[in-house]
């Protein structure tokens, strides 16, 4: 039986660093973080079609067709593991579609976690979301008719408003997905903070939880990703301000969540 390992995050949340660390801690992994390249959106990576008329009008022929060609190719891997940390998939029709793989072996979705505060400066400073463009090919439109999470009001508040709406909107559907698949064969769901996954304890309970144990003295841990100098600097006042925007927010979202997500989408 081959375990398919799929994330369900916001990335700038550890996305790259969690493949490194599964490909060189599991056995018999093919292992990637995002597939890309000129010839590869559309074929292996959703492209702006794909992400675009998922989130407005759902899971159309033209979406099924992506994810029946990209599937069967997963499914005929022959290694034990197969991984994919790219946060992009969830976003664009993986869950609906994942029926190929469940009949195949056992599948892993990983709720990424990452402190708020970190994720939105990381989307800041990285100018994630500076343009339409990117939200479409990366992330997410608050205009989405699919979006679970409210947006005016936040988005209103500025360009940090949208990163923690957007953060918001993951952990919605996230939630949803798993109320939704609850009870599923072969279907796995795992929830671990990034933090957690930075020292060998936490990575040998995340190994235990994929079916592949391993001693936390055996383990190898990859070094940080992405620590260079970035476009954007937040001042303290900007942080400070953001955390209060966050602080105000982010306690109702978690408490309705269960009570609000719809039985389907």
Not at 70 to 99: C, D, W
Request: aromatic content about 10%; charged content about 25%; proline content about 5%.
């Amino acid at each position: 039986m081959t375990d398919f390992v799929f994330t369900m995050t916001t990335g700038r949340s550890g996305t790259r660093y969690l493949a490194e660390l599964l490909q060189q801690n599991l056995p018999d992994a093919e292992c990637y973080h995002e597939i890309v390249g000129w010839d590869r959106f559309g074929v292996d990576t959703p492209d702006v079609s794909h992400m675009t008329l998922f989130n407005s009008q759902g899971n159309v022929e033209k979406v099924r067709e992506f994810w029946r060609a990209k599937l069967t190719r997963i499914a005929s891997t022959r290694h034990r593991f197969y991984v994919e940390t790219s946060h992009v998939l969830m976003k664009a029709g993986l869950v609906e579609n994942i029926a190929p793989l469940t009949a195949k072996g056992r599948v892993h979705f990983v709720l990424l976690e990452r402190d708020t505060y970190a994720t939105i400066a990381s989307l800041r400073r990285r100018l994630d979301f500076v343009n339409k463009g990117t939200w479409w090919l990366w992330y997410l439109d608050p205009d989405y008719p699919k979006n679970l999470v409210r947006s005016a009001e936040l988005v209103d508040s500025g360009i940090s408003g949208l990163c923690l709406w957007y953060v918001l909107e993951i952990r919605a559907r996230a939630a949803y997905y798993r109320k939704l698949l609850k009870g599923t064969p072969n279907v796995v769901f795992h929830t671990f903070d990034l933090e957690e996954l930075r020292a060998p304890e936490g990575i040998a309970r995340f190994l235990a939880a994929l079916g592949a144990p391993r001693d936390p003295a055996q383990i190898s841990v990859p070094g940080p990703r992405n620590t260079g100098q970035t476009p954007v600097q937040i001042t303290r006042q900007e942080e400070q301000r953001i955390r209060d925007l966050i602080a105000s927010v982010e306690s109702a979202p978690r408490a309705s969540l269960d009570a609000s997500i719809p039985a389907a989408r």
